[in-house]
């Protein structure tokens, strides 16, 4: 498809600017703070949420700043809590084809969006549906590594399993044989769903070729598979976890919102409270 060339900045900066003014501190996640006279977020805010600097974002507020790269809109897109249309809205503006929608969409909807930002304390994850994590809180993080970190095939847990054996010391021993087969199961169905073009028809080819494992458990055709409710995690610093995977599901994305919680009171519960503390010093 052509890219598109021409930058509207009136437009773009008018948009902007009263998005911006439309949303409040906790629509976000942050605090309001005890003596606020802005009307909605202030630009310093948003550049936070958008990470980028603040002068940039002011630029492109007034517009004057540089024509922006898909990058830069797409990262502006998602700390707005933009919808899909207000996303493909702001990408013509900016003099960009719009990313594609649906299933190989990295775009994360408002309302799951929302629901994260209030789940800061929580290990929480919004993931694609072939376990590629696209957003998570800092106890996530925290749990299983930082998934901004990660790039390209990298980013599926699914295909890291597999390309990567080091990816499974942070499960349980016991759960590794049944996380084996869930992950072809369901790399199976999805194939299946959407077709020999898809990505997901692009990692079976590329673990074909580096997973003896992954082309036996291929062959054995088995679907149907589902997650287990109960995940058993090995940390390095705090050790095993047991924790319990609640699953939120975004229809028009086909992204999951999971979150891990513990019972509280019990061994589990106590090390998620240390993890807090300890932080991501120790996953990569």
């Given at each position: 498809?052509?890219?598109?060339?021409?930058i509207?900045?009136?437009?773009?900066?008018a948009?902007?600017?009263?998005?911006?003014?439309?949303?409040?501190?906790?629509?976000?996640g942050?605090s309001?703070?005890?003596?606020?006279?802005?009307?909605?977020?202030r630009?310093?805010?948003?550049?936070?949420l958008?990470?980028?600097?603040?002068?940039y974002?002011?630029?492109?507020?007034?517009?004057?700043?540089?024509?922006?790269?898909?990058?830069?809109?797409?990262?502006?897109?998602?700390?707005?809590?933009?919808?899909?249309a207000?996303?493909?809205?702001?990408?013509?503006?900016?003099?960009?084809?719009?990313?594609?929608r649906?299933?190989?969409?990295?775009?994360?909807g408002p309302?799951?969006?929302?629901?994260?930002d209030?789940?800061?304390?929580?290990?929480?994850?919004?993931?694609?549906?072939?376990?590629e994590?696209?957003?998570?809180?800092?106890?996530?993080?925290?749990?299983?590594g930082?998934?901004?970190?990660r790039?390209?095939?990298?980013?599926?847990?699914?295909?890291?399993?597999?390309?990567?054996?080091?990816t499974?010391?942070?499960?349980?021993?016991?759960?590794?044989?049944?996380?084996?087969?869930?992950?072809?199961?369901?790399?199976?169905?999805?194939?299946?769903?959407?077709?020999?073009g898809?990505?997901?028809?692009?990692?079976?080819?590329?673990?074909?070729d580096?997973?003896?494992?992954f082309?036996?458990?291929?062959?054995?055709?088995?679907?149907?598979?589902r997650?287990?409710?109960?995940?058993?995690?090995?940390?390095?610093?705090?050790?095993?976890?047991?924790?319990?995977?609640?699953?939120?599901?975004?229809?028009?994305q086909?992204h999951?919102?999971?979150?891990?919680?513990?019972?509280?009171?019990?061994?589990?519960?106590?090390?998620?409270?240390?993890?807090?503390?300890?932080?991501?010093?120790?996953?990569?």
């Amino acid at each position: 498809m052509r890219e598109r060339a021409v930058i509207d900045r009136v437009e773009l900066a008018a948009f902007l600017r009263r998005r911006r003014e439309s949303l409040h501190p906790e629509d976000v996640g942050m605090s309001r703070g005890r003596r606020r006279r802005a009307v909605g977020l202030r630009r310093e805010e948003v550049a936070e949420l958008c990470h980028m600097s603040t002068d940039y974002y002011a630029r492109l507020e007034r517009g004057t700043g540089p024509h922006p790269s898909v990058e830069m809109i797409a990262s502006i897109c998602q700390g707005l809590h933009l919808s899909v249309a207000e996303r493909d809205h702001v990408f013509r503006l900016a003099g960009h084809n719009p990313p594609v929608r649906g299933t190989e969409s990295d775009h994360v909807g408002p309302g799951v969006l929302r629901i994260l930002d209030r789940l800061q304390d929580t290990p929480a994850e919004v993931v694609s549906e072939l376990g590629e994590t696209l957003r998570q809180t800092p106890l996530s993080a925290a749990l299983t590594g930082d998934a901004s970190l990660r790039v390209g095939t990298a980013r599926s847990l699914g295909y890291r399993w597999f390309a990567d054996p080091s990816t499974r010391e942070m499960y349980h021993p016991d759960e590794r044989d049944f996380l084996s087969r869930l992950y072809v199961s369901g790399l199976r169905e999805i194939v299946t769903l959407r077709g020999p073009g898809s990505r997901a028809a692009e990692y079976v080819d590329l673990l074909h070729d580096r997973s003896e494992e992954f082309r036996a458990l291929w062959a054995a055709h088995e679907v149907g598979l589902r997650p287990r409710h109960v995940k058993r995690f090995v940390h390095p610093i705090v050790g095993e976890l047991e924790l319990q995977c609640q699953t939120l599901l975004d229809p028009d994305q086909f992204h999951r919102l999971l979150v891990y919680t513990a019972v509280p009171g019990s061994d589990s519960y106590e090390k998620l409270q240390l993890l807090a503390v300890v932080g991501t010093q120790t996953i990569p």
